[in-house]
């Protein structure tokens, strides 16, 4: 058994940051991939950042030079710093981590971008 459990969504004002973390934790194998994706109200869930296990980064054109992802594979967390936020980044955010031959998913953790 395999558990993600995210942090650090909240409410924040146009142009202001949060930086959210997901460690996994539980029966822990071969972690590869680690990654964000977001879902806003009434639209598909979109990949976000990935990284790779030797820290190779990718990021979605729309968030590009904003967000940046890291891990900690002492910790097997993985982060996404948020700057510059905007109102269209308003979503629920989840992590996902790729282990061995399946994934695992977060539970998700709501960021509202607001005046």
């Known amino acids: 058994q395999v558990q993600l459990v995210e942090s650090g969504g909240g409410l924040v004002q146009p142009g202001g940051s949060l930086r959210l973390s997901c460690a996994a934790s539980?029966?822990?194998?071969?972690?590869?991939?680690m990654g964000w994706y977001r879902q806003a109200p009434g639209k598909q869930r979109e990949w976000v950042a990935s990284i790779s296990t030797g820290g190779s980064t990718n990021y979605a054109d729309s968030v590009k030079g904003r967000f940046t992802i890291s891990r900690d594979n002492a910790k097997n967390a993985v982060y996404l710093q948020m700057n510059s936020l905007k109102p269209e980044d308003t979503a629920v955010y989840y992590c996902?981590?790729?282990?061995?031959?399946?994934?695992?998913w977060g539970q998700g953790t709501q960021v509202t971008v607001s005046s």
């Open positions: 996902k981590v790729d282990m061995g031959p399946t994934h695992y």
């Open positions: 539980g029966s822990i194998f071969s972690i590869r991939t």
